[in-house]
């Protein structure tokens, strides 16, 4: 059962300020080491906002023993009414460049708080004057990154994470997401204007339209979740990559399927065929945008493979 902040004693504040600046800093530890590899620069900032919190967590220490002895009890913020509730970063892994800065931003705000409240209710001197300037200090931890960003992340460090950034999008995204739209959007052509062609009818198109593109979203998520688990690729959590994959096919094939809505078969028709090539020029502008492929050679790839699949579904529906 969480006990209330205003419930809480001198000792039990100076123990949970304690347990929290171990925290941080090990949050921050945290950040570090996952982004070492990819963002250098934003890693040696959190690990100078790691030193920081143990230093803060040093000054705590020395005056709880001043006053209380050696024994400080487990007092965690969970144990705590009003904390946040902090996801363990293995849980959050990848990690974006983005996330994590905005996580920090949060947990220098909560702690500031913390401290605010505390220095207030202790009646300690030395005690409240430690807080406060702990507060002062966390206040300062923004200007404090805003100094180590301008010393770590010079120009040519920034872009070097800015492509990192971008090669993590592409892999865990962009690509999942593209191979679920090509998919749909090709994939689909055949039996929808087969079916339409067949019976000349808008409402059996839309069914089998909605069939195929519901059924080849889920076909497709569950492909791409289980073709790796991302560990080796750097591909980002399975689960994401499949919801992302099913409904962008999803939503390719529903594109041209919707047109279908309308009664009339030849007015239905016309307008799916316009959303084809809407549809087919966006998967190359994506492929130019993400994939760094020529836009005529990705339109010329993309186009031929659906203007095929096209004419085969509107030869097959009227043999």
């Not at 050696?70 to 969970?78: A, D, G, S, V, Y």
């Not at 089998?208 to 080796?232: Q, R, T």
């Not at 994959?245 to 809505?261: D, Q, R």
């Not at 760094?292 to 579904?313: K, S």
């Amino acid at each position: 059962m969480a006990k209330s902040f205003k419930d809480l004693s001198e000792q039990e504040i100076l123990a949970l300020a304690i347990s929290s600046e171990e925290t941080d800093a090990r949050i921050y530890a945290d950040f570090a080491a996952a982004l070492k590899a990819d963002y250098p620069g934003t890693a040696q900032i959190f690990k100078e906002m790691e030193a920081e919190e143990d230093e803060h967590r040093r000054k705590l220490l020395e005056e709880y023993r001043r006053r209380f002895g050696e024994h400080i009890p487990l007092i965690r913020r969970e144990d705590v009414k009003g904390f946040v509730h902090r996801k363990p970063v293995w849980l959050m892994r990848p990690l974006g460049i983005k996330t994590v800065r905005r996580q920090a931003e949060i947990m220098e705000t909560e702690t500031r708080r913390f401290y605010e409240r505390a220095a207030s209710k202790v009646s300690d001197v030395s005690t409240r004057e430690l807080l406060g300037d702990l507060a002062e200090a966390e206040r300062k931890h923004v200007t404090l990154a805003d100094n180590l960003q301008r010393e770590y992340l010079t120009p040519e460090v920034e872009a070097q994470e800015e492509k990192a950034h971008r090669r993590l999008l592409v892999l865990q995204i962009v690509q999942p997401g593209l191979a679920g739209l090509m998919d749909g959007s090709v994939s689909t052509l055949a039996p929808v204007f087969a079916a339409a062609f067949a019976t000349h009818s808008s409402h059996a198109a839309f069914v089998v339209g909605l069939a195929a593109s519901v059924g080849a979203g889920i076909s497709m998520a569950f492909a791409e979740a289980a073709s790796d688990d991302g560990s080796l690729t750097g591909r980002g959590k399975p689960l994401l990559r499949g919801i992302v994959c099913g409904l962008m096919t999803t939503a390719g094939g529903i594109g041209h399927t919707l047109p279908y809505l309308i009664p009339e078969f030849r007015t239905a028709t016309a307008i799916a065929v316009v959303i084809v090539a809407i549809e087919l020029l966006v998967i190359s502008w994506i492929r130019k945008r993400y994939m760094d492929t020529p836009f005529l050679r990705a339109a010329f790839q993309v186009i031929v493979g659906g203007v095929l699949v096209f004419l085969v579904g509107i030869w097959i529906g009227s043999s």
